[in-house]
C-alpha cells in the first residue's frame, strides 16, 4: 500500500469499481462540466464567428462591387467588425474554459489513482512505470478534454449550422458540404488509425518503459560506473528512446493523412460550390451576390474542422494511457476494508499472531504457524536470514497483507475487523528505506502529526537521540535534509524516521532492519537507542544482526537456525 517505508500509514480498502476507462473519463469529467460546457460553447462561438466573417466578406466584397449607396453596406460591415472581434475573444474564452476543465479533470484523476495506489500499491509494476502514468499519461487524458472532447464537439455543431445555412442558399451545396464534413469527421480516423495504429498502441508504454530505464540508470549511477557497467545499460536506454522516436515519427504520418484528408475535402468542396453555384446563377435560382458566399464560406467551415486530425492522433494516444492509468486507479484492492469496521479497544493494546501463515501468491507461503504477543513494554526480535519472510511479517501487522492462515488479533479482536485507517494508528511501522523527503527537519516530523509543536517534535528527536545533534545546526529545524534525505548519515536518517514514529506516538512499534546498511558500530549504537527510546512500548525489532538481541524479552526465528544467535532473554 504505497510506500510501506512511511510511517503509520492510512487510507481505506475495499474493492474497486473496476469501471472500464470509458466509464472512468466520464467519472473524473464530471466535475468540470460546467466548464467543458462553456468551453465548447465558446469554440462553436468562435468557429461560427470565423464561418460569419468569410460569409459576410464574401457577400460584401460582392455586393460592394455593384457600387450601390454606402448605407446598404453598413449593415456588413459591422457584421464584419464583430465577427472578427469575437472570433478572437470567443477563441480566447474557449481556451480559457477548456484548460481550467482540464485542471480540474487532472485533479480528480490524480486523486482516485492515488487512491488505487494507496489501496493496491504498485501492482509489481516498476516506480519508472509507475511515474510515467502519473506524469505523462495523466498529462495525456488531462490534455484529452480540450484536444479530443471541445474540438469533436465544436466540429460537429458548427458542421451541422453550416450545411443548414448553405442548404438555404444552394441545397446542393449544402450536400456537398455534409459529405464533405462526413468524410473528414469519419475518414481521418480511419485514416490515422491504419496508418499509425501500432504507432499509437507502442507510444504510451515507451514513454513508461523509457522513464523507468532512465530512473534505475540515474539512481544506479555510482554503483554501475564503479563496475564498469554503465555501457550496457546507456545503449538500452537509448535503444528504447530510438524505439518511442521511430513509434512517434509514424504516428505523424499519419497526423499529415489526416490533414491531407481535410484539405482534400475542403478544396473538392469549394470547386464543387464553385460549378453548382455558378450554374445556379446562370439558371436565377441564386443571385449572383450570393455565388461568393456559397463559393468562399466551405473553406471557413473546412478550416473549423482543421483540429480534427490532431484530434483523432489525440484520440489514440488517449485510448492508451487512460487504460494505463485506469489500471493504478481501479486495481483490486491489496486487503479489503471491514465492511462495518469496529472501534479500536480502549488502550493498553496487545497484538498477538496465533498459528499465522502468509503468502504473497496463491499457494506459495512466505511465512507458516507464526507465534507472538506484543505488549506494553515488551520488545521482541524477529530474526532470520535475508528472504525468510521478516518483512511479510511486518507487512501482516499493519495489513498491508492479511494472513492465508490464522489471524492476528488486537486485545483479542481480529485487526481485520477494524478499520485500516484505526489500525494503523495503533501499529507504526519504520522500514530500512523509511522516505525522508526533500524538505525540511521540522516538515519530515510533522508528516506525523501536522499539528505537532516544536517543544513536542523536539522531545521526539531527544528520544531518538538526535536533538543535540539538531540544535548545533546554523537553521535548526529548518535545515533542509535533501532528496532521501541524502544530507544526512545513514544513521541520523534512521534516527529522523524513528523520531517521526517517536512523535505519531505509536503504542505498538514495528522496526524493520533499522540498522540495514551501516557499519557494525552505528548499528550497535542506533539499535541501543531505539530500543530505549521505546521501553515503554510494544516494540518488534526485526533484523538480521545480531545486535540488540541481549537488550529484548523474546527472539522469535525465522528460517534456518543459526548458532550466531544468542540465547533467549
Not at 501500432?198 to 515507451?206: D, F, G, M, N, Q
Not at 475542403?266 to 435560382?285: F, H
Amino acid at each position: 500500500a504505497g510506500d510501506p517505508g512511511s510511517v503509520g500509514g492510512g487510507g481505506r480498502g475495499g474493492h474497486p469499481s473496476r469501471r472500464g476507462p470509458a466509464r472512468v473519463l466520464l467519472a473524473v469529467a464530471r466535475p468540470a462540466a460546467l466548464r467543458l460546457t462553456l468551453a465548447v460553447l465558446a469554440g462553436v462561438g468562435s468557429a461560427a464567428c470565423a464561418i460569419g466573417l468569410m460569409a459576410a466578406s464574401a457577400w460584401l466584397i460582392s455586393r460592394a462591387a455593384q457600387h450601390p449607396p454606402v448605407l446598404y453596406l453598413m449593415v456588413a460591415i459591422v457584421a464584419v467588425r464583430a465577427f472578427g472581434i469575437g472570433r478572437g475573444v470567443l477563441r480566447y474564452l474557449e481556451r480559457l474554459a477548456g484548460h481550467d476543465a482540464s485542471y480540474v479533470v487532472l485533479g480528480e484523476l490524480r486523486a482516485r489513482t492515488y487512491r488505487g495506489i494507496e489501496r493496491g500499491g504498485f501492482g509489481g509494476r516498476k516506480v519508472g512505470d509507475v511515474v510515467a502514468r502519473l506524469v505523462s499519461d495523466m498529462d495525456t487524458v488531462a490534455e484529452g478534454v480540450t484536444r479530443v472532447v471541445v474540438p469533436y464537439l465544436v466540429a460537429a455543431v458548427t458542421g451541422a449550422a453550416s450545411v443548414a445555412l448553405l442548404g438555404a442558399l444552394l441545397p446542393p451545396v449544402g450536400a456537398v458540404v455534409l459529405v464533405g464534413l462526413l468524410l473528414v469527421g469519419a475518414g481521418v480516423p480511419l485514416v490515422q488509425a491504419a496508418a499509425a495504429r501500432r504507432a499509437e498502441r507502442r507510444l504510451a508504454p515507451l514513454r513508461g518503459e523509457l522513464t523507468a530505464q532512465v530512473v534505475e540508470l540515474v539512481h544506479g549511477a555510482p554503483d554501475l560506473l564503479a563496475y564498469g557497467a554503465a555501457g550496457p545499460r546507456v545503449a538500452a536506454t537509448l535503444d528504447t528512446d530510438r524505439r518511442l522516436r521511430a513509434a512517434a515519427a509514424r504516428s505523424a504520418t499519419g497526423l499529415g493523412l489526416g490533414g491531407l484528408l481535410v484539405a482534400f475535402a475542403g478544396g473538392a468542396s469549394v470547386w464543387a460550390a464553385l460549378a453548382l453555384g455558378t450554374d445556379a446563377v446562370r439558371s436565377g435560382v441564386l443571385d449572383g451576390v450570393l455565388l461568393a458566399v456559397v463559393v468562399l464560406t466551405p473553406i471557413a467551415v473546412f478550416e473549423a474542422m482543421s483540429a480534427l486530425p490532431m484530434a483523432a492522433a489525440h484520440l489514440g494516444n488517449l485510448r492508451t494511457a487512460l487504460a494505463r492509468v485506469t489500471a493504478l486507479s481501479e486495481q483490486p484492492a491489496a486487503v479489503v476494508e471491514a465492511a462495518a469496521p469496529r472501534p479500536l479497544p480502549a488502550p493498553p493494546y496487545r497484538v498477538r499472531l496465533e498459528s499465522v501463515s502468509a503468502a504473497w501468491q496463491p499457494g506459495r507461503p512466505v511465512v507458516t504457524d507464526i507465534d507472538f504477543e506484543l505488549r506494553p513494554g515488551r520488545r521482541v526480535a524477529l530474526v532470520g536470514p535475508s528472504g525468510s519472510g521478516k518483512s511479510t511479517v511486518a507487512a501482516l501487522l499493519v495489513r498491508f497483507l492479511d494472513p492465508c492462515a490464522g489471524r492476528i488479533t488486537l486485545n483479542d479482536i481480529d485487526i481485520r475487523e477494524f478499520a485500516l485507517a484505526d489500525l494503523r494508528q495503533v501499529i507504526g511501522l519504520v522500514t530500512e528505506d523509511a522516505h525522508l523527503f526533500d524538505t525540511t527537519i521540522e516538515e519530515n516530523l510533522r508528516i506525523a502529526r501536522p499539528d505537532a509543536t516544536p517543544a513536542q517534535m523536539r522531545d521526539a528527536l531527544r528520544q531518538a537521540r538526535l536533538l543535540d545533534w539538531v540544535q548545533t545546526l546554523p537553521n535548526g529545524l529548518q535545515t533542509l535534509v535533501g532528496e532521501r534525505g541524502t544530507k544526512l548519515s545513514g544513521g541520523q536518517r534512521r534516527r529522523l524516521a524513528l523520531a517521526r514514529a517517536l512523535l505519531a506516538d505509536f503504542p505498538v512499534l514495528v522496526l524493520d532492519e533499522p540498522t540495514e546498511h551501516l557499519d557494525d558500530e552505528t548499528a550497535q549504537a542506533v539499535t541501543t537507542d531505539l530500543l530505549e527510546a521505546t521501553r515503554d512500548r510494544a516494540v518488534l525489532l526485526i533484523t538480521h544482526q545480531p545486535f540488540g538481541l541481549d537488550q529484548v524479552d523474546e527472539v522469535v526465528r525465522l528460517g534456518a537456525e543459526d548458532s550466531a544467535w544468542p540465547a533467549v532473554a
